[in-house]
């Protein structure tokens, strides 16, 4: 079922391999096009703008753009109990790994009289979005908001689509994480629209302030992700999102049945996702084929997942070896590494580029989706090369504090003088000399 690329007795530069390993193409720029009418009719005319777009992309016209604390109160008493154990054990995990990311200051004495200390200051207002296309992504609020408010976030707000579903309101799950994390503002607002009006702010339908933000995070459809490049800078944001991946190195050792249901498993968030096989077995790879001829079928979502899985972002790598296949892997950088090998943990330990790594058959990515404890807001696209996924120290920001005394500045004065003219920049000396009658010594 999947396509192919034998990969076996060659032996591929970086470059061939980026060129050749499936990959989903999208084209943000082009979507900027489409997104830059958006972006500015919000800027110039604020929520009434927000409203049209909605009502032109979702179908519903809310009434007003913040959520009702009410409705978030109700949503929460009428969830599911098995829905929120869930999402309990979900924020028990996640809170616990993401409260040994929390840094701490650290100050360097230079030299007598003169230290450097690096204060970690959380960025104070930002916002979180949770997607609501194809999917329901309360486990996206939970990914968000626990590392923001590890990091010390004074100010949380959530944008989230709403829906015709419920009357304009955004879906009740998505509202019920919110509220369990004790966030208390949820914007009914998604897409391109819903990151300009993070970004510049406005007033809804009330008269109620909707306070711009200096951060915005959390993944979406392309037109999110060509607002984020447009706006990148009047906000800060996590990352350009692409379509979801998953790569799995595998050998003769593997589960095909793990295997399958696990590249069905990602394929089933959209018809761009990425599955891929990395093998050095061939009777793997097509124990695998069989599985998903059977499994793909039975599954809910049974097109999207075809259309996924047979699509060029998807197919089969065939290596001789598995130290062929960490090569492949490493080159891919995938959002969420699967490694079923012999001696998974030592084949894991030297994975150098992935958004995170699963070890062994009973660390499927499902896990890390919902009550791993990680983090599942990852690089996507191959940028897991150079950046990391959400995390507490996304939401912090270091400021050096420098303090020197008149003694330790007198004692490098004479370098800091040296320095600026060998770089035509005398004042800058100057600057330093200015301090001490009679200059520098």
Same mark, same amino acid.
């Given at each position: 079922m999947?396509?192919?690329?034998?990969?076996?007795g060659?032996?591929p530069s970086a470059?061939?391999?980026r060129?050749?390993l499936?990959?989903?193409?999208?084209? @943000?720029?082009?979507?900027?096009h489409?997104?830059?009418?958006? @972006?500015?009719a919000?800027r110039?005319r604020g @929520?009434?703008?927000v409203?049209e777009?909605?009502?032109?992309?979702?179908?519903v016209?809310?009434s007003?753009? #913040?959520?009702?604390a009410s409705?978030?109160?109700?949503?929460?008493?009428?969830?599911?109990p098995?829905?929120?154990?869930?999402?309990?054990e979900?924020?028990?995990?996640a809170?616990?790994?993401?409260?040994?990311?929390?840094?701490?200051d650290v100050?360097?004495?230079?030299? %007598?009289?003169?230290? @450097?200390?690096?204060?970690?200051?959380p960025?104070?207002?930002? *916002?979180?979005?949770a997607p609501?296309?194809?999917a329901?992504y309360?486990?996206?609020?939970?990914?968000?908001v626990?590392?923001?408010? $590890?990091?010390g976030?004074?100010?949380?707000?959530l944008?989230t689509?709403?829906?015709?579903e419920?009357?304009?309101?955004?879906h009740p799950t998505?509202l019920?994480a919110?509220a369990?994390l004790g966030?208390?503002?949820?914007w $009914?607002?998604g897409?391109?629209?819903a990151?300009? +009006?993070l970004?510049?702010g406005?007033t809804d339908?009330? *008269?109620?302030?909707l306070v711009p933000? /200096?951060?915005v995070?959390?993944? *979406?459809?392309?037109y999110?992700t060509?607002?984020k #490049?447009?706006?990148?800078g009047?906000i800060?944001?996590?990352?350009?999102?692409g379509?979801?991946?998953i790569a799995?190195?595998?050998?003769?050792t593997?589960?095909? *049945?793990?295997?399958?249901?696990?590249?069905?498993?990602?394929?089933?968030?959209d018809?761009?996702a990425?599955?891929v096989?990395?093998?050095?077995?061939?009777?793997?790879?097509d124990a695998?084929?069989? %599985?998903l001829?059977?499994?793909v079928?039975?599954?809910?979502h049974?097109?999207?997942?075809?259309?996924?899985?047979?699509?060029?972002?998807?197919?089969?790598?065939?290596?001789?070896t598995? /130290?062929?296949?960490l090569?492949v892997?490493?080159?891919?950088?995938a959002e969420?590494?699967?490694?079923?090998?012999?001696?998974?943990?030592?084949?894991?330990a030297?994975v150098r580029n992935?958004?995170?790594?699963?070890?062994?058959?009973?660390?499927?990515?499902? +896990?890390?989706?919902?009550?791993?404890g990680?983090?599942?807001v990852?690089?996507t696209?191959?940028? $897991?090369r150079?950046?990391?996924?959400?995390?507490?120290?996304?939401?912090?920001?270091?400021?050096?504090?420098?303090?020197y005394?008149?003694?330790?500045? #007198?004692?490098?004065a /004479?370098?800091?003088?040296?320095?600026a003219?060998?770089?035509? +920049?005398? $004042?800058?000396?100057?600057?330093?000399?200015?301090?001490?009658s009679g200059?520098?010594?």
């Amino acid at each position: 079922m999947l396509n192919r690329t034998d990969l076996r007795g060659k032996a591929p530069s970086a470059a061939e391999l980026r060129a050749t390993l499936p990959r989903a193409e999208i084209d @943000v720029d082009a979507a900027l096009h489409q997104v830059r009418p958006v @972006v500015e009719a919000v800027r110039d005319r604020g @929520v009434e703008a927000v409203l049209e777009y909605t009502e032109k992309f979702d179908r519903v016209r809310p009434s007003s753009v #913040r959520v009702p604390a009410s409705a978030l109160a109700q949503t929460l008493a009428e969830l599911d109990p098995a829905v929120r154990a869930a999402l309990e054990e979900s924020v028990a995990r996640a809170r616990a790994v993401h409260a040994d990311q929390r840094r701490t200051d650290v100050t360097t004495k230079v030299t %007598e009289g003169g230290t @450097v200390t690096e204060r970690w200051v959380p960025v104070e207002r930002v *916002g979180l979005y949770a997607p609501g296309g194809l999917a329901v992504y309360p486990s996206s609020v939970v990914m968000n908001v626990v590392p923001a408010q $590890a990091a010390g976030v004074g100010s949380l707000v959530l944008c989230t689509p709403p829906q015709a579903e419920f009357g304009g309101s955004p879906h009740p799950t998505t509202l019920a994480a919110a509220a369990l994390l004790g966030v208390d503002e949820v914007w $009914a607002v998604g897409g391109a629209q819903a990151v300009a +009006l993070l970004a510049y702010g406005g007033t809804d339908t009330d *008269g109620t302030a909707l306070v711009p933000v /200096d951060l915005v995070t959390g993944p *979406g459809n392309i037109y999110l992700t060509a607002a984020k #490049r447009m706006l990148r800078g009047l906000i800060g944001i996590d990352s350009e999102a692409g379509p979801t991946e998953i790569a799995i190195l595998a050998d003769e050792t593997a589960d095909a *049945g793990h295997v399958a249901a696990d590249l069905i498993s990602q394929a089933e968030h959209d018809t761009l996702a990425a599955s891929v096989l990395v093998t050095s077995s061939v009777e793997l790879a097509d124990a695998v084929d069989a %599985e998903l001829a059977v499994r793909v079928k039975a599954t809910k979502h049974t097109e999207r997942v075809t259309e996924a899985l047979t699509g060029r972002q998807s197919g089969t790598v065939l290596v001789s070896t598995v /130290d062929d296949g960490l090569r492949v892997v490493d080159a891919y950088a995938a959002e969420h590494l699967e490694i079923q090998t012999a001696d998974a943990r030592a084949v894991a330990a030297r994975v150098r580029n992935a958004g995170a790594v699963f070890v062994g058959p009973y660390a499927p990515v499902s +896990l890390g989706d919902y009550c791993a404890g990680s983090n599942h807001v990852l690089p996507t696209g191959g940028f $897991a090369r150079h950046s990391s996924g959400l995390s507490v120290q996304s939401f912090l920001r270091g400021i050096h504090v420098i303090d020197y005394s008149e003694d330790a500045l #007198r004692e490098v004065a /004479d370098k800091v003088v040296a320095l600026a003219g060998a770089e035509d +920049l005398p $004042a800058h000396g100057e600057a330093v000399t200015a301090r001490f009658s009679g200059g520098a010594r």
